[in-house]
């Protein structure tokens, strides 16, 4: 079955400007998790959505924001971007948020701030 | 506040040898942990986990060790393959029970795995 897809795959803004990156989940998926990958932090926890309720949220300003919908799909959205949110975006999947599963990553949105 | 930690930004080790990734944590209410392996433009694959009323979980050629009481984690490769070459990272989860989608990684420690 497909796996996790992100959309897009690559970008690039300006300071000031806002983004928004979609995750699709694994079919039958309905918990979605979003990290920010940098090279000097490793993998930073975002937020987590569960039947389109966020359950957590990792410390983050408030220029990050998200959303789940109805069809478990997210979307991510940083708005006056700077510089220092180039990262690699990541979304992971897990049926739950509960139990033995564990998430499934995504490739990741690569975004850059000029 | 970096409550898991990957000290080796780097190991690098010959084919056929065992490699030995480490990981430390500060947090004594994590209960769950995980290793991930991610290729460049790849999103992380999950390697390995091991719960924390065990002190070894084997997968194949994979092993991972916990030591509850030194905060210690480990994960043996054996024998190594120039595809394992990778970012691993560790993780670490408060409460499986509830909160899965909130991990807390490591930043990755990069394995080369030479002929």
């Known amino acids: 079955k497909a796996g996790v897809t992100q959309t897009p795959r690559y970008l690039i803004k300006t300071r000031g400007q806002q983004v928004t990156l979609s995750c699709s989940p694994i079919s039958g998926h309905r918990s979605v998790s979003w990290y920010q990958q940098t090279p000097g932090q490793g993998l930073q926890f975002l937020f987590e959505?569960?039947?389109?309720?966020?359950?957590n949220k990792g410390n983050f300003p408030g220029r990050f924001s998200g959303r789940q919908f109805s069809n478990s799909r997210s979307e991510m959205n940083v708005s006056t971007l700077e510089l220092g949110d180039s990262a690699l975006y990541l979304c992971?999947?897990?049926?739950?948020?509960?139990?033995?599963?564990?998430?499934?990553f995504g490739a990741g949105s690569r975004l850059t701030v000029l | 506040d970096q409550q898991v930690k990957q000290n080796s930004p780097s190991l690098s080790v010959q084919e056929g040898r065992i490699s030995i990734l480490n990981c430390d944590y500060t947090?004594?209410?994590?209960?769950?942990f995980l290793w991930y392996k991610k290729y460049p433009a790849e999103g992380p694959t999950f390697l390995i986990s091991?719960?924390?009323?065990?002190d070894k979980n084997e997968d194949g050629r994979f092993t991972v060790f916990l030591n509850k009481s030194a905060k210690h984690l480990s994960l043996h490769i054996v024998p190594s393959q120039p595809g394992d070459s990778a970012v691993y990272f560790c993780a670490a989860s408060l409460d499986r029970g509830s909160t899965l989608g909130r991990l807390y990684f490591g930043r990755g420690t990069q394995l080369t795995v030479w002929p």
């Open positions: 947090n004594s209410m994590f209960d769950y």
């Open positions: 091991i719960s924390s009323i065990k």
């Open positions: 992971a999947s897990s049926p739950t948020p509960f139990g033995a599963n564990v998430l499934t």
């Open positions: 959505y569960f039947s389109e309720t966020q359950r």
